[in-house]
């Protein structure tokens, strides 16, 4: 019953450019203002190395070349102007490179780009032909919680989050699902019907938090890395837009039919991820399409502010948070939360979103 109670180490990019002045790109990395685009990263499972993705806009030959112990560039030259893109691969046992620099070299002169795993910017990642991303959220302090009552065990609370941390720029879709576990998550013929959504972009649903530890056991396998449920504070976080948060309601807008499927515009069904507005940090359905599980065992906010939250160390509930394309619009605000056993799968309205 339904109730109201509601190691990818961080690969990252900078641009280094003596005497250039940069500023940052929405879309992750950075542009500077001599030509060159420094976009994304892609990790690849089968090969075990990164794709950097480069615009590059300034015509002639480049070359790339690393006198870095940790970095092999495996391609090495671009003739003419579009996007570049460097294959790095790690000279010691561990497959990502973690440190170190490429010099980019052409007749303008050279630019060295920076691998860093202390920066932060989106990671792109591909699983299985797969690819989704990663956004980056800085560590900050907000306000948790709706109620000064602790209405459904929500009271206000001040709360900082003292690390950054990655978390999932959709929730997990039925793609990403299959090309994990190579199976729906059960083989009851109600999961994933064309009645509720059926499709690579549609979120996976029907899962419960039993189902999604196996999916995250496999995942890391696959990966080599340590994805994870988030926390209960860093979706709220996430949510509400983290530093860049505009205080709204629902995740991205206080008009919720900016942002969310819910009931009065979802037809009965799920929908595919990224067909609603994204919010402040580019997070997609954070409020309805599907609602999402997270780590904490349930159980009532403190009114004390606390640091790096965890929730209680056992229980009988898991928090669930986001609302689902079921619910009316006061179940897809950003702080309202609900909670049920691991093993619950509402059918067609119970997903998730990684976190790393």
Request: proline share 3%; net charge negative.
């Amino acid at each position: 019953m339904r109730m109201i109670k509601s190691k990818l180490v961080l690969f990252a990019i900078a641009v280094v450019f003596c005497s250039c002045s940069k500023e940052k790109n929405p879309e992750g990395g950075y542009i500077s203002r001599n030509g060159i685009t420094l976009t994304d990263s892609v990790f690849n499972v089968s090969s075990k190395t990164f794709a950097l993705n480069i615009d590059v806009k300034a015509t002639g030959g480049w070359r790339a070349t690393s006198n870095d112990v940790w970095i092999t560039v495996d391609t090495k030259e671009r003739n003419g102007s579009g996007k570049l893109t460097l294959t790095l691969s790690e000279n010691t046992d561990e497959f990502y490179p973690r440190r170190g620099t490429v010099s980019l070299i052409n007749e303008s002169g050279i630019h060295t780009v920076v691998v860093n795993q202390e920066s932060c910017g989106m990671l792109t990642m591909n699983v299985g032909g797969v690819k989704f991303k990663m956004i980056p959220v800085e560590h900050g302090t907000f306000l948790m919680g709706e109620s000064a009552e602790g209405v459904n065990g929500s009271h206000v609370h001040s709360v900082t989050l003292t690390k950054d941390y990655y978390i999932g720029e959709t929730e997990v879709t039925q793609g990403l699902w299959y090309a994990v576990m190579g199976q729906k998550p059960t083989s009851n013929g109600s999961a994933w019907s064309s009645s509720y959504g059926v499709g690579d972009n549609y979120p996976a649903y029907y899962i419960s938090y039993e189902d999604c530890e196996q999916f995250l056991t496999k995942l890391n396998q696959m990966t080599g890395q340590n994805f994870r449920f988030p926390t209960e504070a860093e979706w709220e976080f996430a949510a509400k837009g983290g530093n860049k948060s505009k205080g709204y309601t629902y995740a991205g807008s206080n008009v919720i039919e900016n942002v969310a499927w819910y009931t009065d515009n979802s037809g009965s069904s799920t929908h595919a991820v990224k067909t609603k507005a994204a919010n402040e940090l580019g997070l997609y359905d954070m409020s309805g399409n599907v609602q999402e599980w997270c780590y904490d065992w349930y159980d009532s906010y403190s009114s004390s502010a606390q640091t790096d939250p965890t929730g209680p160390t056992s229980g009988s509930d898991r928090v669930i948070r986001g609302g689902n394309w079921y619910d009316g619009a006061w179940l897809c605000r950003c702080a309202l939360r609900i909670h049920d056993t691991p093993f619950e799968r509402y059918d067609d309205r119970l997903g998730f979103r990684l976190a790393l």
